[in-house]
């Protein structure tokens, strides 16, 4: 079946390391998504992974993926004010191998106090 | 480069009206998909349109409809206006091949009174 969760909200101190978690439960996931949306946007691609892949880093980000148990990691390091905004995790499934759909998580809440 | 340019930003419309929004994707992609957001629901997929054909549609009714052009533009179109209509609707851009990634318009705010 197609589902993916995400806590709701997370709440970090300016200059520590935010993780946002995410799990799915479509094993024929190909690909995995983190999406940025800010108050008012649309949505901002940050980072995806393969599924064959472990980690990925881009500068401050660190995509994990745990593919037995269907859990997707994203870390932010050195968390900004700027950093605040809502978090989706998104998976593109093999079925939909002919197909851009998207299944998005509930998004995380992501709030960074000085 | 310019990126993917949903109009309008906002629109009211009144309850039984029609509406059609419109996205026109990054030069060179001709996939083109629409999803909905809600509080309540988060993100929905409504469907997907590529070289003017539609290759996946989302659990949607009938009154939501769309196309696309043969310049990767497109459209959709909700009528009947119904208040829980009310959301974002936000389009994604890509090339359509497998391996890539989708971008997404700033999205239309629909608001039914």
């Known amino acids: 079946g197609e589902d993916v969760e995400q806590s709701l909200f997370l709440s970090v101190r300016e200059g520590d390391s935010s993780v946002i978690n995410c799990t799915y439960t479509?094993?024929?996931?190909?690909?995995l998504y983190w999406y940025k949306q800010e108050p008012g946007a649309g949505l901002q691609l940050l980072t995806y992974?393969?599924?064959?892949?472990d980690m990925k880093q881009d500068q401050r980000l660190t995509v994990l993926l745990n593919k037995k148990d269907k859990h997707l990691s994203l870390r932010i390091a050195d968390t900004q004010t700027g950093d605040s905004a809502i978090y989706f995790c998104?998976?593109?499934?093999?079925?939909?191998?002919?197909?851009?759909?998207?299944?998005f998580g509930t998004g995380t809440r992501l709030q960074v106090f000085p | 480069k310019a990126g993917v340019t949903q109009t309008p930003r906002y629109l009211i419309k009144t309850r039984g009206q029609q509406v059609t929004l419109s996205c026109s994707p990054i030069?060179?992609?001709?996939?083109v998909s629409w999803y909905q957001q809600t509080p309540g629901q988060g993100l929905q997929f409504l469907f997907e349109?590529?070289?003017?054909?539609?290759?996946n549609k989302g659990n949607f009714p009938g009154r939501f409809s769309g196309r696309q052009f043969s310049n990767s533009r497109s459209e959709m179109n909700v009528s009947t206006l119904e208040l829980g209509d009310s959301a974002l609707y936000l389009c994604?851009?890509?090339?359509?091949?497998?391996?890539?990634?989708?971008?997404f318009g700033q999205g239309t705010r629909l608001t039914v009174v």
């Open positions: 994604a851009s890509s090339t359509g091949q497998a391996n890539t990634e989708a971008f």
């Open positions: 479509d094993s024929s996931s190909t690909y």
């Open positions: 992974i393969f599924s064959n892949m």
């Open positions: 998104a998976e593109k499934a093999l079925r939909s191998y002919n197909t851009d759909k998207l299944i």
């Open positions: 030069s060179g992609h001709r996939s």
């Open positions: 349109y590529f070289s003017e054909t539609q290759r």
